[in-house]
């Protein structure tokens, strides 16, 4: 029996969806009591560090857990809860953490880098073994594992690091301390490597064991996202569908290219780093009604266990009796059902206009209020983009690029129209400076669609994805035009994109996620 400490925070169901893959049961601590009574005790955290101390606190869990620590008994903090074993954390200033292990964790400094990179450091990248460990047994040091954070522990500490990951700088991923154990990365997430590290733990007798292939230095690895376009089709039934330019009917129907639940576990099997679905008729209905997106998650978690995104919906909704329902309540029934991140499109367009004209933030959109409560991380802007073009710069009061490929009338510049609705609606803003903004708002990621190239298989818009990219500090994830191998390598070679992301070459099986990685090893890093 496993004893998982749950503070009401972010998606603790892969956790305990991991833990029962792997033949165990789980118990929920429901009082200080469960703590002292845990045999195995996980503590998988999401949030922020001075919200996750305070909850500990309120539930009275506080000097039950450093009573556990301290008698050294076994546990795995997980991301955050990892975090808590510590002194504080530079993220909530003059908030104790439980001050197990010494030291505090600080926030990633760009100024230490060589080059700044991404923060938060998002996406799967390796460990460099400083200690023997139960956790190591059966790996060989050359797996990657998911990491999503913003707030690290420094790599100068004694002798409780139990793994280094490089990101700008070497960071402590892991710590060891007798049988109480902590990493940064996910590995609940972290595919067949990390259930094997979950199935290490679990288990009572397993030997401390090396890393002995593991790399000199570690690299974020690009990422690969598969992407599922779901809707209702005209029989009512759900389907990943997919559209050209946004269009999904063929010959007046709805294309159906499978069932979701089929479809994310083959692109699981077959080596996707992420999974996104995007519920593309959303933005019509109260999404808490659409509880077919709700069991899509929770079927899919209980077997996939990479990150998922949902997106499509999340907004403030008021339904027909005046009852209003808040994005966040939306998002968090996603995160229960097993999301790891939700992404807003078009709400974030009425934001982002908003928060223009008005030149001030609400601290009340979806973007802020879902990011204060589950972390930035957890919040992805979707933009639906089309591109226009126009003669000169001062065309339009908008961030206008020069473009290699000139319009109709020989346009030599563009700029990026965000739409919403599904690209439906055009609005008077770019999407430069929509991912400006949305950023400043606290989103941690941009999924950046281009409606030019969804479904062309024409290859990725790369001047649209490196103009977002220079403009924001954030991970981008190029999405639309993926029709070949190539058209990876060229996103990755000729653009800062963190990860890339694709659609219909997967759902035709015209090229596998597999045969998209085997291109890219020694051009770019790869998981
Ligand atoms: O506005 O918050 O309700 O979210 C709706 C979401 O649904 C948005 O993320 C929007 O991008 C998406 N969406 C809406 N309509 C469509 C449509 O296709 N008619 N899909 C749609 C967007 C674009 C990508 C696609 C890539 C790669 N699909 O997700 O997967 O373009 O395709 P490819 O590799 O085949 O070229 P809200």
Redesign the pocket.
Known sequence: MITLLDYGAGNVRSVINAIEKLGQTVKIVASAADIDRAERLIFPGVGAFGSMMAILEAKGYVAPLQRYLKADRPFLGICLGFQALFEGSDEAQGVAGLGILPGKVERFNADRMPQPLAVPHMGWNGIRARQASPLFAGLTGDEKFYFVHTYHVSADRDADVLTLTDYGYPFASGAQRGRIIGTQFHPEKSGAAGLRILANFIADDTPAATLTDGPSTTQLAKRIIA???VRANDAGDLVV???DQ???RESGSVRNMGKPVELAGRYYTEGADEI?F??????RDF?LKDMPMLSVLEHTSRSVFVPLTI?????DYIDASGRRYAALEVAAAYFRAGADKI??????VAIVEAYLKSGAATGESAIESIARVYGNQAVVI???PRRVYVAHPEAVPHVVIPTATPGPNGESYCWYQCT????REGRPLDAVTLARVCEKLGAGEI?L???D?????SGFDLELIQAVKSAVGIPVIA?????CEDHFAAVFEHTAADAA???????RREVSIAAVKRHLTGRVTVR
């Open positions: 992407c599922l376009d569908t997919k559209g946004y269009d999904v996104t995007l519920n593309i008729t959303g933005f999404p997106g499509g919906g999340i907004r992404s807003i499109g078009s709400d974030a979707s933009v639906d919403v609705k599904g690209g999924l669609n281009c409606i190239r969804d479904g062309t298989n999405s639309s035009g993926a029709g992301l694709a659609a219909g070459i997967f759902h």
